[in-house]
């Protein structure tokens, strides 16, 4: 609004029509923080998951957080750009509400290695009359699935039997995101893994710390400053004899 508002009244102080853009003197408000972190899944939680869900959802969301598609790529996903023997898999398309389009930006259209476990999940859906442009999950008519009745009917109804909240198709690919960064991945290969344009994205947006890496890494702290058997304190010892053992 405020940068159309800047193109309205630059154009009426060009025409002389007033004499000062005020809209160039203003400030936005700032953004508020996000009090709540986004809802990511731990690996156990992945696998409860998985249990839970129906086909096609099970399948899907799995794809998903193996990949780090969009859903939409993967929903767009059709057998010809699937490589079972290099065990990749092509992006080149996108598909909301039915409508097929390129992919979200040019780094977006790429190709992703999977692993044994993605493959297993693939094949499983593949059956002998499939054909070279047949979508990889689609209706009985060869349409794309919708993502929407999807999350409705399956993912949602899974996540609250077991207690997740706010989980959506895009939280699985922020969890595939996070776990790279748990396995130690450098920044370059999770922004191509994920299709970024910037490196900014992936690292402000996508990698989250996972709670028992944070306990790690604040415990390797103290371990290299106290070393690691002086950061264990013994229980049957008083509070000052424990004081006493840090301080020696």
């Known amino acids: 609004m405020r940068g159309l508002l800047d193109r309205v009244l ?35 939680q992945i696998r409860q998951l998985a249990g839970e869900l129906p086909e096609s959802a099970r399948s899907i969301a799995l794809l998903l ?40 930006t040019q780094r977006s259209n790429r190709v992703i290695p999977i692993g044994a476990e993605a493959s297993n999940i693939l094949r499983a859906l593949r059956y002998a009359a499939v054909k070279p442009e047949d979508l990889v999950f689609s209706t009985g008519q060869g349409q794309p699935l919708s993502r929407h009745n999807l999350l409705r009917r399956q993912l949602r109804p899974a996540c609250k039997k077991l207690g997740l909240h706010g989980i959506t198709w895009h939280s699985l690919r922020h969890s595939h995101a996070t776990l790279l960064d748990a ?8 922004q191509a893994l994920l299709g970024h344009s910037t490196s900014e994205i992936t690292r402000e947006v996508y990698l989250h710390a996972i709670p028992e890496d944070q306990r790690r890494a604040v415990a ?3 371990s290299l400053i106290f070393g690691f058997n002086r950061t264990q304190t013994d229980s049957t010892l008083s509070p ?9």
């Not at 060009?14 to 203003?26: G, L």
């Not at 000052?240 to 020696?248: E, F, H, I, L």
Request: hydrophobic share 35%; aromatic share 6%.
């Open 10 to 44: 630059g154009i009426a102080e060009q025409w002389e029509y007033i004499n000062d853009n005020q809209t160039r003197k203003t400030r936005l408000p700032r953004r508020p923080h996000q009090l709540t972190p986004k809802p990511l899944l731990t690996p156990e």
């Open 65 to 104: 957080v193996l990949t780090g598609l969009r859903v939409g790529e993967l929903l767009a996903l059709r057998w010809k750009n699937v490589d079972m023997t290099g065990r990749t898999l092509r992006v080149t398309a996108t598909v909301y509400d039915g409508h097929f389009d390129t992919p979200k």
């Open 183 to 190: 396995m130690g991945a450098p920044l370059g290969t999770v």
């Open 220 to 222: 390797g702290v103290e």
């Open 240 to 248: 000052a004899q424990n004081c006493a053992v840090v301080s020696n």
